[in-house]
């Protein structure tokens, strides 16, 4: 299970060079050009984290074993064969459902929120839910027919459904709609009727109204700071505010490494976390924010490419959905951070600083190297 | 489960999914398009806009107040100064438990148990990081007794600052002032850019009316703050580069006065503590060389900042330490005027220098029972104007004012500057009263008091009645004397020093023109009768002035107090010591060529030639350089 065959097919061609670096790679089921760009995309995070961080070596050490223990977590992921996480998926997904409940009940509050899960370690439930929500959708349509039937549909809005408003009670608005847009990116690659999708377009205005009125107030809050953030410059508007002004003031190459005025006399709030796009933008300008948007456009480039080389539905759905997701989240926190969009609380993938996330995230580029070192080298 | 389910169509849906991998592309593509074009517009585009936003942010601009001007005396002697003092501050951030610590301060006896709920509202009103100033001014025994016990008292520390200072207290609190903490009212008449970072502003004196000139323009620094508002340290040489440049603070002129500080010493002393004033100035400029006011106080105490009780305890001071006497105080002058009243009735013909008036011991009006008594019971005997002077004879005058009327008795004396404002430069000065019917008619709504009566014009000529004057305006009129009419207004300002370039600007001497009395003869009689007075066989301050190394010119005044204030504080004893006339002295000297004239009012002071006199004097001595020989 843990020694693919392809692998030792390649293997057996190609002796001479089992010893080098990339055969290495190879044997430990690990896709290089993938591994390279995320450790590019962690570099080049570390480096912003640091000054965001105030300069603290404190910081930048936890987040680099945090790093450590992802990596750790994509490589034991990247050992797990496609059609064994395929079989045991249904029974992740129920795992994460008794433990969203579980945090509903007796969760860790914190910051307002009741996210956490406190057994022998903390850690939310939901970032779980964020690879088994596509893993359940992609089941469920392997072996059915695909464009899915309508019925079908049904059954699947019902998967993503569940876990998306467990987590919005939590609440947790940003996660959810991550989560469930994973879970539709699913469908959607699945080969949903495009008319299908308008159809649901046209439905998503009467149903922003329902949203908006079981939003809480913090969240319509962020959606009117959005709309007009000078009307409330020193409250809700002052993230977008001075996020924008960091990184307007970075101009084409920006102040420098450490020398952001924005971020490191405090202007901008969480210049760590969710906002340290905006650092980037300050001390390295367009320059440095495009060079990392490049990054992360390989990164995801490279999953789709894996996608399209998978062999079965499971894998080329889940492979496209995590690749999608990741494309999601780095948008909407860019977006946020450059005042698109509402502040959503979404961090900015393996830069911002947080574990959990990391580790899902690294954990999810595992999947991908998984499938990819499993594809059937089939003739075309 | 199975990967070779018959309904899956294995390359149909690699294909439909390789599609949809491009759409999915496509719009990535586009999200981050969008993302793109928006770094582009904030980046690129509105660059300039966020660099200076991001300047605005961090760049705090703080005001550094200027340093106030000096104020010397006319001989460059320090009058007012700026001192370093320590002040006890408190920095809340920097304090775990502020309610303690302010208990254990009170403990040690270095703020007031009272305050303590005051500086816990402003520790936690503030910025934590601004200091809250417990104490301004911290004496050295509280300096030394802080630093031993320092650790005990984290966030706690003394700071020094530039506090005014008066070297010498109170001789000059009523003349150069003092200086106070800001009002609101202050703020609302103050450039709010050139008092930037002021605390203090002149109050009165020439603190007050010189405030424009002593201020000085506040000065600009550009500091790197945090979103906090807090300093930054200029460790960070790249945040700091790109900072405007700082504009230095203007420093308040240098003022030096006309008042010489030991003259002031000297009328000072010469008062001996009673309620009174004195005013010394130069007849040929209007220089005004003392300007004394007693009793006085401490004008340091507005500088540093005194406590309630203080404030009140000077205030409610049955004496008015705070009263201005020399300006602010409105006298009959008494028989000061005479002199006045005689050029008046020689230059319109209402006597003459030879008509004589026998004395009696009292005056009647024709048809009138009523007997207006000379200060001399039993009569002066016969006397002309020049006796009428030198002895002070009442009867003469009341005579004498039938013919000269009441108007013309104010048309005169208003051309020597009675009545009106002196124009000094310091603000707030009375303008006193000279009666006339026209005068009687606007002031009075009553029909029966808007007439003028006889009686009243009788009185007015010993300077009774209705008619007023304040010390200042007594010392110009004697100096208009003194100059056979000439009138200068009276300053006490002689320069304005820029103190960065040493450029002294004085204060021209400014003449105000002329009382028109033409005939020399008529100033020879009256200037020697008043030479007389003080150096004559029968003058009325003959024991002051005779045997003096030099030749002067005097008039004594003895006013009657109209009404008394029926204060509940006094007892029997001190009731009456307040019903005794006020005792006035009006002087000049030398007599050929006068280069002091002075005004003295003594309240309750009872005898002008007697209590007054001798303190003019004293002023007259010092200024001349005869202190030695009159003090044997």
Sequence with gaps: ?380 | MSLLSPIKDHHSERRLFIGRVILASIISFIMLGVVVARLVQLQVFDHQLFAEKSQGNRVRIEAVPPIRGLVFDRKGRVIAENLPAYQLELIPEQVDDIDDTLRRLAAIKLIEPNDIPRFIELSRGGQQFKPVTLKFRLTDEEIANFAIQRPRFPGVDFQPRLVRHYPHGGLFAHAVGYVGALNTADMQRLDSARYAGTSHTGKTGVEGSFEDSLHGDAGFRHLITNARGRQVPASNRELLDSLPTDEAANPGSNIYLSLDLDLQKVAFNALEGRRGAVVALDPKTGEVLALVSSPTFDPNLFAVGMSTGEFRGLQDNPDRPLFNRATHGTYPPGSTIKPMLALAALETGATNLTRKTVCIGYFQLEGNEHRYRDWKREGHGPVDLHDAISQSCDVYFYELSIDLGIDNMHEYLTRFGLGSQTGVDVSGERSGVVPSREWKRTNFSDRDNQRWYHGETVIASIGQGFMLATPLQLAAAVGTLAMRGDRYRPHLVAAIEDPLSGERQAIEPDWLGNVAIGNEFYWDNVLEAMNDVMQGPRGSARAVGTGAPYKMAGKSGTAQVVSIAQDAEYDEDELEERQRDHALFVSFAPFDDPRIAVAVIVENGSSGSGVAAPIAKAVMDEYLGYSHVSAE
Aim: charged share 10%; with cysteine; glycine share 10%.
């Design chain 1, 1 to 380: 299970m843990f020694r693919p065959s392809d692998t030792q097919r390649l293997l057996s061609h190609r002796t001479i060079r089992v010893r080098n670096f990339s055969g290495l790679l190879r044997r430990l089921n690990i896709d290089g050009p993938l591994l390279s760009g995320l450790l590019l995309i962690c570099a080049f995070g570390l480096l912003v984290l640091y000054s965001a961080a105030g300069e603290s070596s404190i910081l930048l050490i936890n987040q680099a074993v945090r790093l450590g223990v992802a990596l750790i977590a994509m490589l034991v992921v990247a050992q797990l064969p496609p059609d064994f996480l395929r079989r045991w998926t249904p029974w992740a997904y129920a795992a994460g459902l008794v433990l969203l409940i579980l945090v509903l009940t007796k969760g860790d509050v914190g910051q307002g929120a009741r996210r956490w899960l406190n057994i022998g370690i903390r850690f939310q439930p939901s970032e779980a839910m964020k690879l088994a929500v596509p893993m359940m959708t992609a089941w469920f349509l392997h072996d059915r027919q695909i464009p899915p039937k309508f019925g079908h549909l049904a059954a699947i809005a019902v998967l993503i459904a569940v876990p998306t408003i467990l987590i919005a009670k939590q609440p947790d608005l940003g996660t959810s709609l991550l989560i469930a847009a994973s879970g539709i990116i699913v469908i959607l690659l699945a080969g949903l009727s495009i008319r299908f999708i308008v159809g649901l377009g046209v439905l998503a205005v009467p149903g922003a109204f329902v949203l908006w009125n079981f939003m809480q107030d913090y969240q319509k809050q962020r959606v009117l700071t959005l709309l007009n953030p000078d009307s409330d410059p020193l409250g809700a508007g002052y993230n977008i505010i001075q996020s924008k002004i960091a990184i307007g003031s970075g101009g084409l190459f920006g102040k420098g490494w450490t020398n952001g005025s924005q971020a490191h006399l405090e202007f901008l709030p969480e210049r760590h976390t969710d906002f340290i796009f905006a650092v980037l933008g300050e001390e390295f300008g367009l320059f440095g924010v495009l060079s990392l948007l490049a990054l992360y456009m390989f990164v995801i480039g490279r999953g789709l490419y894996i996608a399209i080389q998978a062999q079965d539905t499971y894998s080329r759905l889940l492979a496209g959905s995590i690749s999608l997701t990741f494309l999601v989240y780095v948008f909407v926190n860019t977006a946020m951070v450059t005042g698109l969009i509402p502040v959503v609380g979404v961090p900015l993938p393996l830069v911002s600083f947080g574990g959990t996330s990391m580790v899902t995230l690294m954990a999810g580029f595992g999947i991908l190297m998984s499938i990819h070192s499993n594809r059937k080298l089939l003739p075309h």
